[in-house]
């Protein structure tokens, strides 16, 4: 277990809609990051946050925007969900910047 | 912006024979470098990781990698391997200093075969 939750474990929704995945990341850790995992893109960068404050951008949608709380949780929020979002979605956290990511399980989105 | 290439996107080993796992990066700056390993329907756990320091780094589960500057390579290694090492392999690399975000690699499919 390596402590870091993710809510929900699967999510099914429609083109179109809105949906919030949320990670709860290891206590301590100051910093969450967001990875999309797909078959044909492979593991990519969302964004960092490190103590409430977005420090890295990567290929992250417009659509898609982030935040991280006073109580350190965050949430990724994606709107307009298109076919191609359909992916593995994971929340990773770490003590400092460049400490090892401790991953959560992920959630499965599924857009039909 | 740094990048890894991992160069082989499958790796079929039998049981108890030796295996390595080939990573290169890219980068104009100094690098931390890490291998994650995922099973299936699992996050990624770290195996291990170089920081600075001996370029041999050993890691959970009887892996090692070394750092090679001049080939700007990460290869992982065991020995021997076992069943339960089928899983995938991702290498990844972050910058030193400036935006801390971790590219990772393609990934290498490890399939064990008794």
């Known amino acids: 277990d390596s402590g870091v939750t993710q809510t929900p474990k699967h999510l099914i929704t429609a083109t179109g809609q809105r949906v919030t995945l949320r990670c709860s990341p290891r206590?301590?850790?100051?910093?969450v990051y967001w990875y999309q995992q797909s078959l044909d893109q492979g593991l990519q960068f969302l964004i960092h946050?490190?103590?409430?404050?977005?420090?890295a951008k990567g290929n992250i949608l417009e659509r898609f925007s982030a935040q991280q709380f006073p109580d350190l949780h965050s949430e990724l929020n994606l709107s307009s969900l298109e076919l191609g979002d359909s992916a593995l979605y994971f929340c990773?956290?770490?003590?400092?910047?460049?400490?090892?990511?401790?991953f959560g399980n992920g959630t499965r989105l599924t857009v039909t | 912006a740094q990048s890894v290439t991992q160069l082989d996107s499958q790796v079929p080993v039998f049981e108890e024979a030796p295996v390595e796992l080939r990573c290169n990066y890219s980068?104009?700056?100094?690098?931390?470098l890490f291998w994650y390993v995922q099973y299936p329907n699992q996050g990624l756990q770290l195996l291990l990781k170089?920081?600075?320091?001996?370029?041999l780094v050993k890691g959970i589960n009887g892996f090692e990698a070394e750092f090679n500057k001049s080939q700007t390579s990460f290869h992982l290694r065991k020995p021997s391997v076992h069943i339960s090492d089928t899983a995938e392999y991702f290498c990844?690399?972050?910058?030193?200093?400036?935006?801390?975000?971790?590219?990772f690699g393609q990934g290498t499919r490890l399939t064990i075969n008794p």
């Open positions: 990773a956290s770490s003590v400092e910047m460049n400490s090892p990511l401790h």
């Open positions: 206590s301590g850790d100051l910093s």
């Open positions: 946050y490190y103590n409430g404050e977005e420090r």
């Open positions: 980068s104009s700056v100094s690098v931390y």
């Open positions: 170089y920081l600075s320091g001996s370029t």
């Open positions: 990844a690399v972050t910058v030193r200093q400036g935006a801390q975000k971790l590219v």
